[in-house]
């Protein structure tokens, strides 16, 4: 190479620039800081500096995972008519996604319960304008409740719980003065699931004080008290609570119990007889 072609490379060298996000890293971190407010970058450059820039990239990373984790914690807790509370409902469906059929009852029966908390939660907290849209969800979680409620030929012990936690939310919230509308489909159906567990007990050999629980259940169910009519099949027979309820089967096995055991008397405490006796007269 002859000095003369030396010198037009050189030349051609003076063509050759840096890339503009490399050049304003460069004077940030050489001059300070002001010099990024004085250049100005295109959204792509922010872009190319935060991610392709491995330390950069590797701490833009975590902030964004941050607040990703701190929106869905503050979705988590947010109640109807807040911002982030359709953020909350769409993770439930999504959950509700891997939910099997025979889990839908129990899964739909505490959504309804976690609707009914809200709602306390808001009429504790005098927040008036979030209670229509929380009635509201509500009103849809009974609904699909219910129709789960009616369908499945077994109900699992989970499902008793639900119902039970179910129906003493709802009258907690009537003693608040809160008015949840019109919930006969779902009151319907725990109603022909306790007339089922009524009817088998009365086929069974029962204790004088267990008699006289199983007339409560049967006058608070006809009186709509569901609730205490719950209540009073539980004290009789709360192997309800660790057991199937099989929907299928002859009225002599709705307790999820042998045909061939129906002749057994269920056992009593002392105390149960004493205060099944003190309810029976007030009634």
Known sequence: MTEKDLIIKIRQLRQIKPRKDWVVLSKSQILGEEVLGREKMSFSDILKVMFFQPKIAFASSLIVLGLLMSSLSFAYGSLPGDLLYPVKRAMEKSQGLFVSKQEKPRADLQLANKRLQELTQIAENNQTPKLAPAIN????????????LREPKKITKEVVRETKKLLENKEKLETLGVVIGDTKELDNNISALIQNQITDLEKRSLTEGQKATLEIAK????????????????????????SEINLETSPETNLGIDSGTSSEVIPVSPEMNSQTSTEATSE
Do not use: W, Y
């Open 137 to 148: 969800e509500f009103q849809k979680s009974a609904t699909e409740a219910a129709k789960n």
């Open 219 to 242: 006058q608070s169910l006809a009186l709509g008290d569901l609730n205490k009519a719950l209540e009073k099949v539980l004290e009789i027979n709360p192997d309800l609570l660790n």
